[in-house]
């Protein structure tokens, strides 16, 4: 909001400069965006009098000038203007000044005379208007000589540009800013005249009704002005509203903008012509009903909207902007002022819909005191006398069923003091209190304040001393350190498991990816679900920000291969990345939250294959303790591709799917490496991880390591040979070790050669060659039995 520092002055008392004032009461916490001084550039530009005109020796058309500018000697310049005369007050720019176009002016010679400076014209100062300009600006006789120019012409106006937050509607005023000011000058500010006289005997009450058919309109009031002369309005008027940055029309409208302004209450005028039913009816519009503002655009409309009619003729949008044919207009000899409250979200709602955002419906979406509309109204009619341009009628039309009322807070001054880190008394904090309007009385250490209706953003104690903290000065408050403590709940399980489970994945050298758990329909298709997949049974959201973010996931695969996508289109030459995240699966019962079920989902590309990808889940399972689980070979999965993927399970439960991307999935992403991906189902996992570490003393005994090479069928499974040699080894055996998958000439189709080291010990004894032997021969046995292993 623009405050034009001239008009703040009208109300309270300032001996400090814009600019300084804007330091202060940024310190106050009113937020200022910046300091708009006119005239700013113009430097060394005096008043001066032509004493003397004498003709150029040597240009026809340049004449020599003695000009008095305030000093002992007059200064001599050189023009080629020819509207001036001997006597005339001009603006000069002496030796050193700069103009609005950023000219300098220097002392130099024209055709061999000396000149030492310039006098100026409107253009040269940036005041002329839009007709062309011919000659210098000459000047009122009666202007004093050698005065800045700035001062004279009024061109060091300041205006303070102020952002105002959403709970300060009551600063989207000038007297708001008053009131500010006032309390951070401590002093005092002065309310603008609101006594008016009324003139005409006829009463608003025979000639008008309102009739409000929705709550969403908390008050409306009306007043009749008859015998109305519509013309332009007083230069002081023009000024403070072309100030403020808006555009005078004519003195009707000029005083609703000014006293919105003024007060920050919104007012419309109504030429009385076009309310022919002669009553308002104040209700929603019907949906595709159109409506022409104001801006000579029609709009349509729908049940959402709270519209002002005549009856059935809708005549404005509430809170928003007027009708084009109610507007005033040039012959209008009587009509009604307009000083309403309206719900503040349904106008921003509406304001937003209907792309028409109004100085009027900036303050009405911040919701308003209704308790204003009154004081408004009263000061528009005070208006209209003293610019004389009508008569009042009597009587008002006031519709005010919840009546808004001041509240009451009781604050411990000791408290106070505690929670600032200050030591005032209550009597200095009365003091701040009651420069801002907050009436407060001290009842032994308490507090007991009366909230005006205008203060909406006053509710709990902190509230009152954020107001006595901003009013002392911020920066008078004494630093302290805050007090801190290290004692901290303890963790429990879940995130001593969480935990574990970053540091596992950072181990194993991937990096942590976070993604929304939102997602687009079109995921299912790109990881090749079929079109019966349980994955596609997904819960919808019902107020989505877009078609993308429409659905709540069922699988953190989609969410992976997009990680793993953008890192390849920027040209990374590997990924490795996890997250933690979750899906969401619809519970059978719709009236039921869904269940969310915790995902670790693992993505690699790169120098990478499925053994790698296999490493990283064999380290997670290490290090939350789960030592026996079982993978099985997965075909059927359109995701992944077939041959190269396994479930795993702990037991009985399934906790992993984990292999390489199908390649029509990869195509899908825009991926030309392999993809590896690994989904895992936390609850289960943490459901068998055992955290407890347990000491185990170093062996005793030597080991016997035995390396045995079998020749075994295509499909069998490293898996099902690691089984076996345990359970035929017993207790003794301590490791079972592959370090070698051959194919070659020298093995038969369809087989392949697969080498062991096996590691025996007995922790009790040290093992005798034939204790070894029979235990090894007993596992060559099984492997040929179960297996049809051959030893090489």
């Known amino acids: 909001m623009k405050v034009p520092y001239t008009w703040l002055k009208d109300y309270v008392d300032i001996n400090i400069d814009a600019k300084e004032l804007a330091d202060r009461l940024t310190l106050s916490g009113s937020k200022v965006e910046e300091v708009i001084t006119s005239g700013d550039e113009i430097v060394n530009v005096v008043t001066g ?75 040269e100062l940036g005041i002329a208007g839009d007709e062309p300009v011919h000659g210098l600006m000459i000047l009122p006789d009666s202007t004093p000589i050698g005065k800045d120019i700035k001062e004279v012409l009024g061109l060091n106006k300041s205006v303070i540009d102020f952002e105002i937050t959403s709970n300060r509607p009551d600063c989207l005023s000038v007297v708001g800013m008053a009131r500010e000011t006032a309390a951070t000058l401590g002093t005092t500010y002065r309310m603008p005249n609101i006594s008016y006289e009324v003139k005409c005997s006829s009463s608003i009450h025979n000639e008008l009704k309102v009739d409000i058919k929705d709550t969403l309109c908390r008050r409306y009031m009306a007043r009749g002005i008859k015998n109305v002369k519509v013309e332009p309005s007083p230069l002081w008027m023009q000024e403070r509203l072309i100030d403020a940055g808006i555009r005078p029309i004519n003195n009707i409208v000029d005083i609703t903008n000014f006293v919105m302004l003024e007060l920050g209450q919104p007012m419309h005028a109504f030429d009385k012509r076009e309310l022919k039913t002669g009553t308002i009816v104040v209700e929603r519009a019907k949906n595709e009903e159109k409506f022409t503002t ?135 904090m009365k003091d701040y209190l009651d420069k801002l309007e907050l009436n407060t009385e001290i009842q032994n250490n308490e507090l007991v304040i009366t909230v005006p209706t205008f203060r909406i953003d006053i509710d709990i104690k902190e509230d009152i001393a954020e107001e006595i903290a901003r009013i002392y000065g911020y920066d008078n408050i004494p630093t302290t350190i805050a007090s801190s403590s290290t004692d901290r709940e303890p963790k429990n399980r879940k995130q001593k498991l969480d935990d574990e489970v970053i540091e596992t994945m950072i181990s ?47 699988t953190t695969i989609p969410s992976i291969m997009e990680s793993l996508a953008r890192n390849y289109s920027r040209n990374n030459n590997y990924a490795s990345l996890f997250e933690i995240g979750k899906v969401y699966i619809p519970n059978v019962d719709e009236s039921k939250l869904p269940e969310e079920k915790n995902i670790l989902t693992i993505g690699l590309y790169g120098e990478v294959d499925y053994l790698d990808l296999k490493g990283v889940v064999e380290n997670l399972f290490d290090a939350l303790g789960i030592n026996k689980c079982t993978y099985k070979r997965q075909n059927e999965n359109a995701t992944y591709h077939p041959g190269k993927t396994a479930e795993v399970f702990v037991g009985k439960d399934r906790v992993a799917i984990l292999g390489e991307i199908h390649p029509d999935v990869m195509d899908n992403y825009g991926i030309e490496a392999l993809c590896y991906v690994a989904e895992i189902d936390l609850d289960v996992v943490y459901s068998n991880a055992n955290i407890i570490k347990y000491y185990k003393p170093l062996p005793k005994f030597p080991a016997v390591t035995r390396d045995i090479a079998l020749l075994v069928d295509d499909e069998i499974l490293v898996q099902e040979i690691n089984e076996t040699i345990r359970k035929a080894g017993g207790n003794i055996v301590e490791s079972v070790n592959l370090f070698d998958v051959y194919k070659g000439k020298q093995i038969p189709e369809g087989k392949k050669s697969i080498a062991y080291a096996i590691a025996y010990r007995d922790e009790k004894k040290t093992l005798t060659d034939n204790e070894v032997n029979k235990v090894h021969e007993k596992i060559l046995r099984s492997l040929e039995y179960k297996l049809g292993a051959q030893l090489r």
């Not at 995921?523 to 989505?544: C, E, G, H, W, Y």
Request: hydrophobic residues 40%; proline residues 3%.
């Open 49 to 123: 009098k032509i004493l003397k005109i004498d003709r150029h020796p040597d240009a026809e058309k340049l004449v020599i000038c003695q000009v008095e500018v305030g000093q002992e000697v007059p200064v001599q310049i050189v023009t080629g203007a020819n509207n001036m005369s001997e006597d005339d007050i001009v603006p000069v720019a002496l030796h050193g000044a700069v103009l609005t176009n950023g000219l300098k002016i220097k002392k130099g010679k024209l055709r061999g005379i000396v000149s030492n400076g310039m006098m100026c014209s409107e253009e």
């Open 294 to 428: 104001l801006d000579e655009l029609e709009r349509t409309l729908d049940e959402d909207v709270l519209c002002i009619k005549d009856g059935e003729t809708i005549v404005a949008l509430a809170g928003i902007m007027g009708g084009l044919d109610s507007g005033i207009k040039d012959d209008t000899i009587e009509i009604v002022f307009e000083c309403a409250n309206f719900d503040g979200t349904n106008i921003r709602v509406n304001s937003k819909k209907l792309g028409l955002r109004t100085e009027s419906s900036s303050r009405f979406e911040k919701d308003i005191d209704p308790n204003l509309a009154e004081l408004a109204l009263n000061r528009a009619c005070t208006l209209i006398e003293q610019l004389g341009a009508g008569d009042v009628m009597e009587g008002t039309i006031d519709v005010y069923n919840d009546v808004k009322k001041e509240k009451q807070l009781i604050v411990n001054s000791d408290w106070v003091n505690r929670f600032l880190g200050t030591s005032l008394t209550k009597e200095q």
């Open 508 to 554: 194993s050298g991937l990096n942590q990816s976070i993604s929304y758990a939102f997602v687009s329909p079109k995921v299912f298709d790109m990881i090749n679900a079929p079109q019966d997949s349980i994955l596609r049974k997904t819960i919808k959201i019902k107020n989505p920000l877009g078609e993308d973010y429409s659905l709540m996931r069922t």
